[in-house]
Nanobody
């Protein structure tokens, strides 16, 4: 069983930056792909970014966040970070960290085996 714990959410203004972090209890994170999803009120949970722990040079991003968000790994902390720049009100959502026992990133939430509890990000206009 892999546990995921997110941190770093908060309330910011339009144009600001936030960094989310997801710490994993996995003993061998190199076998995992890590992803970030978000869910706004009244909407379905949607893909944001994903990264294969072993092949971190090929991350995947949703079109809505390309060029603004960056996913990266922190080997020393067994964590995956999501750097969010130029935040917009439409980025407001609960952000979830997810992990799957596979090498290849996936944009489908159904492909992920483990989920964190979520962290709230609110961007005011």
């Amino acid at each position: 069983q892999v546990q995921l714990v997110e941190s770093g959410g908060g309330l910011v203004q339009t144009g600001a930056s936030l960094r989310l972090s997801c710490a994993t209890s996995a003993r061998a994170p190199s076998t995992l792909t890590m992803g970030w999803f978000r869910q706004a009120p009244g909407k379905e949970r949607e893909f944001v970014a994903a990264l294969s722990w072993s092949w971190s040079e090929n991350p995947a991003y949703a079109d809505s966040v390309k060029g603004r968000f960056t996913i990266s790994r922190d080997n020393a902390k067994n964590a995956v970070n999501l750097q969010m720049n130029s935040l917009k009100p439409e980025d407001t959502a609960v952000y979830y960290c997810a992990a799957r026992n596979a090498w290849r990133p996936s944009i489908s939430r159904d492909d992920y085996d483990y989920w964190g509890q979520g962290t709230q990000v609110t961007v005011s206009s």
